[in-house]
């Protein structure tokens, strides 16, 4: 069976781990080293994903394994 990311669930996850921890936009945006803020909201509306890099420095920052930071489908 193919398994696969939900991408809204992922987003929300993301938006909701990242505000918990008390970090803004602006602080993930400067951290990644992103030119501008446009794809956090991306990602936070399940419209793409964070690349791999950007995943193990979100987990890094977070305190979290990757695995805890994306939904699966039928999860």
Known sequence: DHISIDMEKTGQLLKSTIQEA??????????????CPQSIYRW????????????????FLLGKHIEDLIVGKNQ
């Open 22 to 35: 008390g970090y803004s936009v602006k602080y993930i945006q400067e951290y990644l080293h992103l030119e």
């Open 44 to 59: 936070y509306k399940g419209k793409i994903l964070p690349s791999v890099d950007h995943f193990y420095s979100l987990s």
